[in-house]
């Protein structure tokens, strides 16, 4: 067995789902996709994605020595596990969510793949979105799946529920082993998703994304988007439950656990624990990149979106919170109810000292956010 095939066959044995070698080059055409996806503004506010394009253009700017990589593919298809008992638990996370931060727990595993591959005279090094690479692009010319509509990577073993990534090597490999597109005449996620994030070249425009609002942005959420948001707390799975290919496969890794309390967090301390409760006791899950105060917010609109009174009480809690967002999007979620209750917080919240949270809190009083 030549070392190619032993490395990719010890990435299996680690628990990785799939790995296939691809060769390093980026075709142009693809980092030009990539700077068109930057000129046409889809980053939103992804700032640092518009300082990597040299670097993910060659990926020896990560690791001189790379002359091949060998991508991996783990699945984050969980089975959904039992809700725990007590506390408020609404609102629906990304799967890719449901166990501990992929970036920790899968960094020990590729660093024992990096010592075997030392351990066979290989210079390598390994990469899980640390490093600016076009991932998806290397998953398609290694063979492990196609960009679909959706622009997510879809295996046909696998399904659309699939996190990437990349272990560079300076194993000598010419070949690739491009996989055909089988989306065919199907459109389901373009169709299912609920803000039309999803453009016609296979790209997301993050703007409207609703993964990009609640993982990625701070501040405030655009008011005409809130509605689309339903239940969604954090991240959103809708493009990639419905894709038939996901539908058809039932495997998930035991590298990554679901946690029953990250699958059905308890909103209650988001909005009653302060920001350094928040950082402890979610570190190391993907909650701490929106923060509390992110989180809060993501929450409140769904409370909003639910209009539930039994959630009124948590309304009253996160429209004097510290944070403007917090207090901007309570406002909004309590001009979702008719109860006399919210038009009295919404009265004292025209006089909150941001004037974001008091214009929201006017509107809100005009009957702006009602359902219809
Ligand atoms: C920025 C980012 C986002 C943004 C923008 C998403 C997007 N689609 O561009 C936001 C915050 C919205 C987001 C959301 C999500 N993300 Co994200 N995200 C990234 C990140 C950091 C960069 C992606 C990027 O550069 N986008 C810009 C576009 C233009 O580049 P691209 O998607 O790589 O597209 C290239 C390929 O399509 C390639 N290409 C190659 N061959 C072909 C063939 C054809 C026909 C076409 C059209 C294109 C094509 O050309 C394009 C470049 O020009 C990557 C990590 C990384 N290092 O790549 C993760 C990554 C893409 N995200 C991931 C995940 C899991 C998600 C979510 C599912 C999380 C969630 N549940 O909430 C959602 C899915 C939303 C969606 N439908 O894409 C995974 C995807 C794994 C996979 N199997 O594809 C990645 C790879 C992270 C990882 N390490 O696993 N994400
Ligand atoms: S993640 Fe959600 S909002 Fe974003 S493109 Fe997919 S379905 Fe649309
Ligand atoms: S839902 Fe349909 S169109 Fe979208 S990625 Fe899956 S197969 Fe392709």
Excluded at 172 to 177: M, Q, R, S, V, Y
Aim: proline fraction near 5%.
């Amino acid at each position: 067995m030549n070392q190619l095939e032993s490395l990719r066959l010890a990435a299996l044995d680690l628990g990785f789902d799939a790995a296939a070698w691809v060769t390093p080059k980026v075709p142009t055409q693809e980092i030009q996709g990539f700077e068109t996806w930057l000129e046409n503004g889809q980053q939103a506010g992804m700032d640092y994605l518009e300082r990597s394009v040299a670097r993910r253009a060659d990926v020896r700017t990560t690791f001189a020595p790379t002359k091949s990589a060998l991508v991996l593919m783990v699945s984050h298809n969980h089975p959904i596990p039992e809700k725990p008992s007590g506390g408020t638990r609404v609102g629906r996370v990304a799967r890719y969510a449901w166990s501990k931060d992929y970036h920790s727990t899968l960094k020990p595993v590729l660093q024992q793949l990096e010592q075997v591959a030392l351990s066979m005279g290989i210079k390598a090094k390994a990469c899980i979105d640390h490093a600016p690479i076009l991932e998806r692009g290397f998953a398609v010319r290694a063979g492990l799946g196609w960009v679909g509509r959706s622009s997510q990577i879809i295996s046909t073993e696998l399904g659309a529920l699939t996190t990437l990534a990349v272990l560079l090597t300076d194993l000598e490999l010419e070949t690739e082993n491009p996989h055909p597109d089988r989306c065919g005449k199907c459109t389901a996620c373009v169709t299912d998703c609920p803000t039309d994030a999803i453009m016609t070249n296979r790209t997301i425009d993050s703007r409207v994304c609703i993964a990009y609002y609640t993982v990625e942005h701070r501040g405030a959420v655009p008011l005409e988007l809130r509605r689309k948001f339903g239940q969604h707390l954090f991240g959103c799975d809708d493009c990639l439950d419905v894709c038939p290919w996901t539908k058809h496969t039932g495997r998930f890794s035991n590298l990554l656990e679901p946690i029953p309390a990250l699958v059905f967090p308890d909103l209650e301390p988001w909005f009653l624990q302060s920001g350094t409760w928040f950082e402890k006791h979610f570190a190391q899950t993907a909650f701490s990149r929106a923060r509390r105060k992110g989180m809060a917010r993501n929450a409140a609109i769904v409370l909003g979106n639910l209009a539930d009174e039994q959630h009124l009480w948590l309304l009253k809690q996160s429209i004097t919170d510290v944070g403007w967002e917090v207090r901007e999007a309570s406002a909004w979620a309590l001009g979702c109810f008719e109860h006399h209750k919210a038009q009295k917080l919404l009265e004292t919240a025209l006089q909150d000292p941001d004037p974001r949270v008091q214009s929201t809190a006017a509107r809100a009083l005009a009957g702006e956010f009602r359902a219809t």
